[in-house]
């Protein structure tokens, strides 16, 4: 895995302080990373379903021991001598019986000694190479957060989890730069990889029906010519647990969507992450 270096670090350390909030374009060249926190006895169910859904739910890592919030495995994810999963990521979502109870800055004091922690892959970790490639994406010219949509991909269940579907983040693009974006992309298995569907068909085809009202973050400004380009999105497993809904008991977290950890891996590592079993 790649060195880590203060880039990531003092980022982390700016969301711990809450003097960072929206993560897009923060540390280029650094993977970024979903959350989800639930109660041990339901790990299991959720680490099938991210086997089971790569695509949506691309496992990065998770919690070395339950209980311990400033483990993660594999080795090389996050610098565990100064890393706290209930402060590092810039704002966190709290559900109860699958419900959003609040957001807060801070789960420190609701963590108890059986949560498991899930880092899932975001889609923010591919946006450096689009920019390389002349494709930056509009919410980081128009510093908002990325547009997000419930679509109507089903996720395969897995124990307790079932009954949902796929949540994609979308960037505008000319349909001339589209194949480009596709290849770009691509290579971020971890990330989500290519997109899933794009042009206002692939809108229809997904259930979206009005581009300008998102289900999370912002609506994006289109320019002349642009359509939609979606990828699956790691919001998806707060969609799981609004469907498992009262079958979960206890506490689970999440992140604010649009506000993630930046973790010590580099697009270099994304090799050994995507042949890595967790």
């Not at 590092?88 to 922690?117: C, M, N």
Request: proline share 7%.
């Amino acid at each position: 895995m790649g060195s880590i270096t203060t880039v990531s670090h003092e980022a982390r350390l700016l969301c711990r302080q809450n003097r960072l909030t929206n993560t897009a374009g923060v540390a280029p060249g650094y993977l970024q990373a979903n959350l989800l926190i639930l109660p041990g006895e339901y790990a299991s169910d959720f680490h099938n379903l991210c086997l089971r859904n790569p695509v949506a739910c691309p496992l990065l890592g998770m919690s070395s021991t339950p209980g311990n919030p400033r483990t993660v495995k594999p080795a090389g994810c996050i610098d565990s001598a100064d890393f706290d999963v209930c402060t590092d990521f810039p704002k966190y979502r709290v559900y109860k019986g699958g419900k959003y109870q609040e957001s807060r800055t801070e789960i420190a004091s609701l963590w108890t000694e059986t949560h498991v922690a899930f880092l899932i892959g975001c889609s923010y970790s591919f946006e450096d190479a689009l920019t390389a490639a002349g494709l930056p994406p509009r919410h980081q010219r128009t510093k908002s957060v990325v547009a997000m949509y419930r679509s109507n991909i089903p996720i395969l269940p897995a124990g307790i989890f079932t009954g949902a579907h796929c949540i994609v983040s979308m960037r505008p693009y000319r349909l001339d730069q589209i194949d480009r974006v596709r290849e770009v992309t691509r290579p971020y298995l971890s990330t989500h990889g290519e997109p899933v569907a794009w042009g206002w068909d692939g809108a229809k085809q997904l259930g979206i029906a009005d581009i300008t009202k998102p289900d999370f973050g912002e609506p994006q400004i289109f320019e002349n010519d642009e359509v939609p380009v979606f990828w699956a999105c790691g919001v998806t497993p707060q969609i799981a647990v609004e469907a498992a809904g009262e079958n979960i008991e206890g506490l689970v977290f999440a992140h604010e969507p649009g506000h993630m950890l930046v973790t010590d891996w580099t697009a270099a590592d994304l090799e050994n992450l995507q042949s890595s079993s967790i």
